[in-house]
């Protein structure tokens, strides 16, 4: 089945460590997106990637890194910088920026 | 940036009953998408309309760009249909989607 996979589903971090979370997608999108989602609130652009070994920072892009290595994966690394990192972490791809975007299931990453 | 306001933010309906959730946006938009947001997360895409009428099943949208608005049908309501409803904007071939803050369905037995 085509779609977007993310992992793992649950993630827990101690402080001052880094943690990556992976998105992998088989539909042949250009575009990938990290967001994140905090209690009741929508989601916001953490970074996104228009195309292979190119990406852009979001509007909360501090205190995380990503990489797009092969059309396929956007990992998203979470680093002790990252004042903040509890939240849900929703990985999302489309065609080509600015088209519609489907989203993967979600890594939910609380700091112990 | 553009502004995105769902109404109502919480709703809780009889099993059976019809209900429509709105999408006001500050400017204009090029992309419109609805999502369900289940129990465990997902985000689930209900519909793509950044302009006119689609139907599936027992939801509709309608997006009334010039007024900048959206409205989603749901009819003969479900159980299952409890979750949070998100509506997204993008602008103009703009990287992102700029979410609302949701509507938050209810539907008892």
């Known amino acids: 089945d085509g779609g977007i996979t993310q992992s793992p589903k649950y993630l827990f971090r101690k402080e001052g460590q880094n943690v990556t979370l992976s998105c992998e997608q088989n539909?042949?999108?250009?575009?990938m997106y990290w967001y994140r989602q905090d209690p009741g609130q929508g989601l916001r652009l953490i970074y996104y990637?228009?195309?292979?070994?190119?990406?852009q920072k979001g509007d909360i892009a501090e205190g995380y890194s990503v990489s797009r290595e092969k059309k396929e994966s956007f990992p998203l690394t979470v680093t002790s910088a990252q004042k903040n990192p509890t939240a849900f972490y929703l990985c999302?791809?489309?065609?080509?920026?600015?088209?519609?975007?489907?989203f993967g299931q979600g890594t939910r990453l609380t700091v112990v | 940036g553009i502004q995105v306001e769902q109404s109502p933010p919480d709703l809780i309906l009889q099993e059976g009953a019809n209900s429509t959730l709105r999408c006001n946006f500050s400017?204009?938009?090029?992309?419109l998408q609805w999502f369900h947001q289940n129990p465990w997360g997902q985000l689930i895409n209900l519909f793509y309309?950044?302009?006119g009428t689609k139907q599936n099943g027992r939801l509709s949208a309608t997006t009334v760009a010039t007024e900048r608005y959206s409205l989603l049908y749901i009819s003969s309501s479900q159980t299952t249909d409890s979750g949070v409803y998100f509506c997204?904007?993008?602008?103009?071939?703009?990287?992102?989607?700029?979410f609302g803050k949701g509507t938050k369905l209810t539907v008892n037995p």
């Open positions: 999302a791809s489309s065609v080509v920026k600015g088209t519609e975007a489907f």
């Open positions: 539909l042949n999108h250009d575009a």
């Open positions: 400017d204009s938009v090029n992309n």
């Open positions: 309309i950044p302009s």
């Open positions: 990637s228009q195309i292979v070994n190119d990406f």
């Open positions: 997204a904007v993008g602008q103009g071939g703009s990287e992102k989607l700029v």
